[in-house]
């Protein structure tokens, strides 16, 4: 049992790349938590893809006993959270499960949109804030300029800032100092009845569900009978643990600790995260404020390249489901691709990680379709509909309008870049909202439609930027526009998978650069194929691939045209009937491959 002003919980804010998971290393280490022969790099990130792209994905947790100076020993639990901009509701849960941050800013970079966002939700959860300059060692590092940038930019007095080299340990048991000085303990009554806060679940091949909890009142023991309010399901607990990275069991949780419990649950999807834990007797009555379940942002579809691995992608989907609550699908049929799955996504790099789990983890070959957002589509009778797959769209008569998602993205880009960045924006039907300078960056507030976001816009961006601008957003809600359902026709025949939804300025450039590319991606057949870009009943893009033709009029030599004429006629004819039957082939790159927007 620990004293609870003896237990900090805090969690590190942070841009990408500026220091987050090297510092909780160097916490981890030094405090002795691991042995010195099991330190690896990254010692939080658990998956092999946090490790290979150097992100962290999920947050993870893990508890370091400190003798400080003073001479008492304190309990510090450490949640190292994502700073990727598709992951925020990972980082919005672990802010509600601790009471301080550090603020974590690369002393050469200097803060970053992201900074913004993570500290942002710090500060609205009530923390207490340490900032913390990383990276001093640098060459170009500028401790000063950054300090003055924090107060600047995000109004935080940055005057008694911790400068640390996360990478070679200088400076961190200042850290450790700070945050036993300057965090506040948590505040929480033994006596009360449990209220505890489901924090986060992972699924465990040995285990089951493993379920990571905040007790705020009260205290559960190994073997009480729990109940999770928002389901109402009953449990009983099998084992309780806390985290020293790997699970080490322990008797009973109190007030202000964080650690883990099993209790055979089955599924990731039967523990909602933000839920209130109590006992099933004598539990509390008023379940804590939660916070939103994360909402899929961005549906795409998924279908195997080879039709017959559809039984092996639904395992693995269910699979992967069972670990990432924030992950929807759906079965959908598509003429051209077969069963497949519509899945929804939080982000692009959500989807980018799960399409690289699944090839990876299950071994299977996929087809992504093009990433599309969800529509609202107000009809003439009065009624709403959702709409996931542009393939759906209901006949235009019955529609009033249609509304699409709109977002307010904020970026920060040295100056030198500025211009290509707001005509990038408004290439993509951006409103300017702000303009702002900190120092030579400028801070641009731009409201943007989903739609447009989804494609390619963050590596447009990297790109005219050189990698410098970094970029944030948030949903803000939907607006009326008028949007279009832009179908591709092969021979005359729509193919599904590649329908999308465009803005009616937009379609004629995207159906022409869709007919281009489908023309030098299908193959050539003995009748020529018209490739057509249509709005309804109205086309506004057309290629034709030429057919191949053999030289029927070669044995004719000499005499009269006619007989040229009519074998030519001939041919025509045959022609035209192949053309009547002929099933065109497209091959499945071209479909990759039309699916990616360049331009």
């Keep these: 049992m620990t004293d609870p002003a003896r237990i900090r919980n805090f969690s590190i804010?942070?841009?990408?790349?500026?220091?987050?998971?090297?510092?909780?290393?160097?916490?981890?280490?030094?405090?002795?938590?691991?042995?010195?022969?099991?330190?690896?790099?990254?010692?939080?990130?658990?998956?092999?893809?946090?490790?290979?792209?150097?992100?962290?994905?999920k947050a993870n947790t893990v508890r370091i006993e400190y003798p400080a100076k003073d001479g008492h020993t304190y309990t510090l639990n450490l949640i190292d959270t994502p700073g990727h901009v598709d992951f925020a509701y990972e980082?919005?849960?672990?802010?509600?499960?601790?009471?301080?941050?550090?603020?974590?800013?690369?002393?050469?970079?200097?803060?970053?949109?992201?900074?913004?966002?993570?500290?942002?939700?710090?500060?609205?959860?009530?923390?207490?804030?340490v900032p913390v300059l990383n990276k001093i060692d640098l060459p170009a590092a500028e401790p000063d300029r950054v300090k003055a940038q924090i107060?600047?930019?995000?109004?935080?007095?940055?005057?008694?800032?911790?400068?640390?080299?996360?990478?070679?340990?200088?400076?961190?048991?200042?850290?450790?100092?700070?945050?036993?000085?300057?965090?506040?303990?948590?505040?929480?009554?033994?006596?009360?009845?449990?209220?505890a806060m489901l924090v986060d679940s992972w699924y465990d091949a040995y285990l089951g569900v493993v379920v990571m909890i905040r007790v705020m009142?009260?205290?559960?023991?190994?073997?009480?009978?729990?109940?999770?309010?928002?389901?109402?399901?009953?449990?009983?607990i099998d084992r309780l643990a806390v985290l020293k990275p790997a699970m080490q069991d322990i008797g009973e949780l109190g007030p202000g600790e964080i650690g883990v419990f099993t209790a055979s649950i089955k599924q990731v999807r039967d523990t909602r995260v933000g839920d209130t834990i109590t006992h099933e007797k004598g539990g509390t009555d008023t379940p804590l404020p939660g916070f939103k379940p994360s909402v899929p942002v961005v549906f795409c579809g998924l279908f195997p390249v080879d039709a017959a691995e559809f039984e092996d992608l639904r395992d693995a989907i269910e699979k992967l489901a069972l670990?990432?609550?924030?992950?929807?699908?759906?079965?959908?049929?598509?003429?051209?691709?077969?069963?497949?799955?519509?899945?929804?996504?939080?982000?692009l790099l959500h989807?980018?990680?799960?399409?690289?789990?699944?090839?990876?983890?299950?071994?299977?070959?996929?087809?992504?379709?093009?990433?599309?957002?969800?529509?609202?589509?107000?009809?003439?009778?009065?009624?709403?509909?959702?709409?996931?797959?542009?393939a759906d769209m209901p006949d235009l008569t019955y529609v009033d309008h249609i509304e699409e998602p709109r977002i307010q993205a904020t970026i920060l880009v040295p100056d030198e870049y500025l211009g290509d960045v707001l005509k990038l924006c408004q290439d993509r039907r951006g409103i300017q909202e702000q303009l702002t300078y900190a120092g030579n960056r400028a801070m641009v507030v731009y409201d943007l439609p989903l739609n447009e976001v989804v494609f390619d816009f963050y590596d447009r961006l990297k790109s005219v930027t050189k990698?410098?601008?970094?970029?944030?957003?948030?949903?803000?809600?939907?607006?009326?526009?008028?949007?279009?359902?832009?179908?591709?026709?092969?021979?005359?025949?729509?193919?599904?998978?590649l329908s999308m939804m465009v803005h009616r300025d937009r379609a004629e450039s995207r159906g022409r650069v869709m007919c281009e590319k489908l023309k030098d991606l299908i193959?050539?057949?003995?009748?020529?194929?018209?490739?057509?870009?249509?709005?309804?009943?109205?086309?506004?893009?057309?290629?034709?691939?030429?057919a191949m033709r053999k030289d029927v009029t070669a044995k004719c030599y000499g005499g009269d045209i006619t007989r040229k004429k009519k074998l030519l006629e001939k041919q025509k004819a045959g022609k035209k009937k192949m053309r009547q039957f002929g099933k065109v082939e497209i091959p499945q790159e071209a479909f990759i491959n039309a699916l990616k927007m360049d331009s």
């Design 151 to 195: 107060e600047d930019v995000i109004g935080l007095d940055a005057s008694d800032a911790i400068p640390i080299s996360a990478k070679s340990g200088l400076g961190i048991p200042d850290v450790l100092e700070a945050i036993v000085t300057r965090l506040p303990a948590p505040k929480g009554d033994r006596t009360a009845p449990l209220t």
């Design 91 to 129: 980082v919005s849960r672990s802010m509600r499960a601790v009471e301080g941050s550090l603020l974590v800013v690369d002393a050469s970079q200097g803060v970053e949109a992201q900074t913004l966002a993570n500290v942002y939700q710090a500060i609205d959860a009530g923390h207490e804030i």
């Design 467 to 497: 990698g410098y601008a970094s970029f944030d957003y948030h949903l803000t809600g939907y607006r009326e526009d008028h949007l279009v359902k832009m179908q591709v026709l092969v021979n005359e025949e729509p193919v599904d998978a």
């Design 217 to 236: 009142d009260g205290v559960v023991r190994k073997g009480d009978r729990i109940r999770m309010m928002q389901t109402g399901a009953i449990y009983g």
């Design 523 to 546: 193959p050539r057949h003995m009748f020529k194929i018209p490739i057509q870009a249509a709005i309804g009943g109205r086309v506004i893009a057309r290629e034709t691939i030429s």
């Design 351 to 390: 989807l980018e990680v799960v399409r690289e789990r699944l090839e990876r983890e299950f071994d299977i070959d996929l087809i992504t379709t093009a990433p599309s957002v969800v529509y609202h589509i107000h009809m003439r009778d009065g009624t709403v509909r959702e709409l996931h797959n542009p």
């Design 323 to 347: 670990n990432d609550a924030s992950f929807t699908s759906e079965m959908e049929t598509s003429a051209a691709l077969g069963f497949g799955f519509r899945c929804g996504f939080l982000g």
């Design 13 to 57: 804010v942070a841009h990408i790349d500026h220091g987050k998971s090297t510092l909780a290393d160097r916490l981890i280490q030094l405090t002795g938590t691991v042995a010195e022969r099991d330190m690896k790099e990254q010692m939080l990130d658990s998956m092999d893809i946090e490790r290979e792209r150097g992100i962290t994905i």
